[in-house]
């Protein structure tokens, strides 16, 4: 079992940063973070949860959705068992819950949410206008 905990969330206005972390704790026999795909998703009111970062477990992947691509960024701390996600240039419409997830160990990245098997509780983003 894996456990995710998020957090740095807040109300911000448009065109300042935010950091989002993402810690991971292990249960069982599977406790290397470095064999987990992560993936931050995000779901606004009404809408349906969306991929908008992912890095593979062996890093040599990563994804960025169109309307994140050159403002976020993804990254991991294998030794802290930590995914982060930098978003910088931040938008009104970028207001969501985001949410942490992983995918089971040594599977790659996935776009789909129902790919994902552990998730977060989420943290919520909010863009001032």
């Known amino acids: 079992q894996v456990q995710l905990v998020e957090s740095g969330g807040g109300l911000v206005q448009a065109g300042d940063s935010l950091r989002l972390s993402c810690v991971a704790s292990?249960?069982?026999?599977?406790?290397?973070?470095?064999?987990?795909?992560m993936g931050w998703f995000r779901q606004a009111p009404g809408q349906e949860r969306k991929l908008v970062a992912g890095i593979s477990w062996n890093t040599i992947n990563t994804y960025y959705s169109d309307s994140v691509k050159g403002r976020f960024t993804i990254s991991r701390d294998n030794a802290e068992n930590t995914v982060f996600l930098q978003m910088n240039r931040l938008k009104s419409e970028d207001t969501a819950v985001y949410y942490c997830?992983?995918?089971?160990?040594?599977?790659?990245?996935?776009?789909?949410?129902?790919?994902?098997?552990?998730w977060g509780q989420g943290t919520q983003v909010t863009v001032s206008a």
């Open positions: 292990y249960t069982g026999s599977e406790r290397t973070f470095s064999r987990y795909t």
């Open positions: 997830a992983s995918r089971f160990p040594r599977h790659g990245l996935a776009y789909a949410s129902t790919e994902y098997e552990y």
